[in-house]
């Protein structure tokens, strides 16, 4: 199944090549890349479940 988003700030901030990860209780299912128009889809198994999107905190640097 796929499953398509669209992300807007509301900064108004674009996420453009950000990666992200689609979990299904808690677990990372799929990860996928958010486009230049802000769009965002995950190819995953079908079944019911309770979904949340992350960004990939290994884009993240600290110092």
């Known amino acids: 199944?796929?499953?398509?988003?669209?992300?807007?700030?509301?900064?108004?901030?674009?996420?453009?090549?950000?990666p992200l990860e689609l979990l299904a209780k808690g677990v990372v299912i799929a990860r996928a890349v958010?486009?230049?128009h802000g769009y965002v889809a995950f190819d995953a198994k079908r079944g019911a479940a309770d979904f949340a999107v992350r960004v990939d905190r290994s884009i993240l640097t600290t110092g």
């Open 34 to 36: 958010v486009d230049e």
């Open 1 to 18: 199944m796929t499953i398509k988003l669209k992300l807007e700030l509301a900064s108004g901030q674009s996420l453009k090549g950000a």
